[in-house]
């Protein structure tokens, strides 16, 4: 097991966003977590790339506990994430973004080869290296934030939203390159507002209600299930 989240419950103020949430995710495996906007999908992203701290429970990561642990020391583990809105460095040029996904690390050699992987993933960012990212489109920012999160060489990619706000065609070919990011031996734990795409490729998946999973299963059963199609896939 790669990650266990026990019992995790998550405060914003006064208010409990996150209830005793317990899930796993397993070395090679695509997880999705699914929900409405409000869910506390974001919330759990946070607690575990340690952008919020926890209540209560534990966060086991390859099994140490980095509940308590500093998000850069995270990163150093080997947790990244692409984040909701993509927070790319409008600034920066594409290289310059993704140089700075691998800030934690010295080895040239190594995040050249990395800086190599992420141009053939994402084509789009070859053509574009000198652009300057806030002149990018949603989709190039999209692939951007994802290239850069891998310049880390992560065990676990963290995902949040990765198909917001692009056009269906884009969102296809995401897919296809998370599900190819995935054959090459990264684990994935996928934040999705499109339920019939990530159920479609996840191993597992989680339904987030209210801050509480309610429901799990492989991809597939989810994609079946009469009230998670009721609820999150537009039809009876």
Known sequence: MLLELQDITLLYGRIQALHGISLTVNQGEIVALIGANG?????????????????????????????????????????????????????????????????????????????????????????????VGGTMSGGEQQMLAVGRALMSRPKLLLLDEPSMGLAPMLIQQIFDIIVEINQQGTTVLLVEQNAQQA????????????????????GAELLHDPSVKDAYLGVA
Do not use: C, W
């Open 39 to 131: 869910a506390g999908k974001s919330t759990t992203m946070r607690a575990i790339s340690g952008l919020r701290p926890v209540a209560q429970g534990k966060i086991i990561f390859d099994g140490e506990d980095i509940t308590k642990m500093r998000a850069d020391l995270r990163v150093v583990r080997g947790v990244s994430q692409s984040p909701e809105g993509r927070g790319i460095f409008p600034g920066m040029t594409v290289r310059e973004n993704l140089e700075m996904g691998a800030y934690t690390r010295r080895n040239r050699a190594e995040i050249d080869e990395d800086l190599d992987r992420a141009f053939t993933l994402f084509p789009r960012l070859k053509e574009r290296e000198k652009q």
């Open 199 to 218: 159920l479609s490729r996840a191993h597992r998946a989680y339904v987030l209600e209210t801050g509480s999973i309610v429901k799990s299963g492989t």
